[in-house]
């Protein structure tokens, strides 16, 4: 933060003492001192407010080379139309007669410091040449400051509008939105949860993955942890990334924001998503809620894992290991090898036991699917 200040300020100083000598130059050192002054504060202010603008819209750059080079040629363009435009309004008014013999003003009769002065008459080659001369005398002051705004300013609004529009120029391509229309934001959740990288192995998905740069951080400060759950969470999160960056068969794009630190997560998805008109894929039940009411489409990993999960029939049968007693009397529970969990009645006596069920029902949400059941006739028997 210090070195953006110094450079801005080393701008500011740079452009006034820059200014200030081309104008001794044009002026062959006869610049008054008060002129100096005016001319002085006024390249001031003018390069102090180009860098307040500078400053006010000033995001993270992503391919700053290419950026600032495409920058700097519009900006030199936009100088040199403005230099001729100024210089055609400066250049003396002349008069044009075919009957008349061309009057020339001699060279001698230019002197130091009466360029402004010199009167032409005629418009011929020689004559106009003399009047662009004058004329480009007169704009040359103002032709380092004009350099220098045009430039920087050109430069800045590459930089700052590149992920909002795309030039429409052969291999020119500024915009992140080009590459992530439609896609999809991945969570935190669903990064750490790990599933979306065997999704994408099934090369299911076709639009780009998209991870934002406050995601990226938030699992570094989880891998950084002291907590150590937290600290391998994160661990696995950045695996994932590295193992999605890896895959050949999906576009991975880390998305680079100007988000404040403190900033949520969840608010900058959902507003992110609305930006590049994608959605987002979660695991958290409360980002589905907001997503809904933003109207930004959610995705949830969980609903996702139930739609493909074999589908259960009320008196279907199946094997199940009772792993400990459910909440209510009698219950047993136990797992399917998806994580599904399995209630059975009158099973509380069967822990570490497989038994036969004739299932009974299920319930499906987003958390994840629960099956009931009872134990069937033969081992109510035993």
Not at 23 to 42: M, T
Request: include cysteine; glycine fraction near 6%; charge should be neutral.
């Amino acid at each position: 933060m210090i070195l953006k200040i110094l450079l801005r300020i080393l701008f500011v100083v740079f452009s006034t003492w820059f200014a200030l000598k081309a104008l001794q130059v044009a002026y062959e050192d006869q610049l008054e001192f008060n002129e100096a002054i005016l001319y002085s504060a006024v390249t001031a202010m003018v390069a102090f407010l180009v860098v307040f603008f500078e400053s006010r819209f000033q995001r993270n750059i992503i391919r700053e080379i290419v950026a600032i080079a495409f920058g700097l040629a519009a900006g030199l363009l936009v100088a040199a139309l403005l230099v001729l435009i100024m210089i055609a309004f400066f250049l003396p008014s002349a008069s044009y007669d075919k009957n008349r013999t061309p009057t020339v003003v001699p060279e001698s009769s230019v002197q130091a410091g009466e360029k402004n002065n010199v009167v032409i008459v005629d418009t011929g080659p020689r004559e106009l040449s003399r009047a662009f001369t004058i004329a480009f005398w007169r704009v040359q002051p103002w032709i380092p400051l004009i350099l220098i705004a045009c430039c920087y300013i050109s430069i800045t609004i590459v930089l700052q509008t590149k992920s909002d529009f795309r030039f429409l120029l052969p291999y020119i391509d500024f915009s992140q939105r080009g590459t992530q229309e439609g896609g999809i934001l991945l969570d935190t959740s669903a990064i750490i949860d790990g599933r979306i990288a065997d999704i994408v192995d099934t090369r299911i998905i076709a639009v780009p993955l998209v991870i934002t740069d406050y995601v990226i951080r938030e699992l570094q400060t989880l891998a950084d942890s002291a907590d150590k759950t937290k600290r391998l969470r994160g661990r696995r999160g950045l695996d994932v990334v590295s193992r999605l960056q890896k895959n050949e068969s999906i576009r991975l794009v880390v998305r680079e924001t100007e988000v404040p630190a403190h900033a949520s997560v969840d608010d900058e998805l959902v507003r992110t998503a609305k930006e590049i008109h994608g959605r987002v894929m979660t695991t958290d039940f409360n980002l589905n809620k907001v997503g809904q009411i933003e109207g930004v489409t959610i995705v949830n990993l969980n609903d996702l894992a139930n739609a493909v999960k074999p589908v259960v029939i009320p008196g279907e049968g199946m094997r199940i290991k009772i792993i400990k007693r459910g909440q209510e009397a009698g219950q047993g529970v136990g797992y399917l090898d998806d994580g599904t969990m399995v209630v059975v009645e009158e099973a509380a006596d069967k822990i570490e036991q497989a038994i036969a069920i004739t299932i009974t029902g299920s319930i499906q949400t987003s958390a994840g699917r629960m099956i009931f059941g009872k134990p069937q006739a033969e081992d109510n028997a035993r």
